[in-house]
């Protein structure tokens, strides 16, 4: 009788080893080095007034629809950047959403057209959540935590520098 010896599981230090490096890779990068890399979704990043955002992108309807909904905290310079097909009238609500918010709409030109404050809303039975929607047409909205447009100097007019992250080789 021949016994086939195989080696299914790698040694509990190792095990050990992977999942602490895997959670300081996923760590939110408010506790620590301001770098985007430190957060594989980040895809963009906005120089809005005195301000940069790294944000991560919601280009989909599915991502749309997700936005930052069951979020307990957002770094001091992250956001999330809506893109649509086409400029038009935007509308948002906070279902589901845990951080008050501000969010600044865009025009295709990289124009803020408006912003404004978004508090978290606990939806009532039967009842409806408030709409944000914006003041004029806009192709892009950037969902940041409250106060920091005023905090940047962020208005209607600002000029939006938008530019692509690069994932790090090897992401």
Known sequence: MVTKRTRTL?????????ILLLSLACTDANEGSPSPTLNRDIEAAATIASCTFYLEVAD???????????????????????????????????????????ILFIDENLAVVDVQTMQPE????????????????????????EAMAAQCGIEPGASVVLREIAPEAGQ
């Open 10 to 18: 790698a040694p509990a230090w190792l095990t050990c080893l992977s």
């Open 60 to 102: 989909t309807p599915q991502k749309r629809a997700r936005g930052l909904m069951e979020r307990e905290s957002l770094g001091k310079d992250r956001g999330m950047l809506f893109v649509f097909q086409s400029e038009q009238v935007l509308s948002f609500w906070m279902r589901n959403t845990f951080i008050p918010l501000d």
């Open 122 to 145: 606990r939806e009532a039975a039967g009842g409806a959540l408030p709409i944000h929607t914006s003041a004029s047409p806009a192709l892009y909205a950037i969902e940041i935590n």
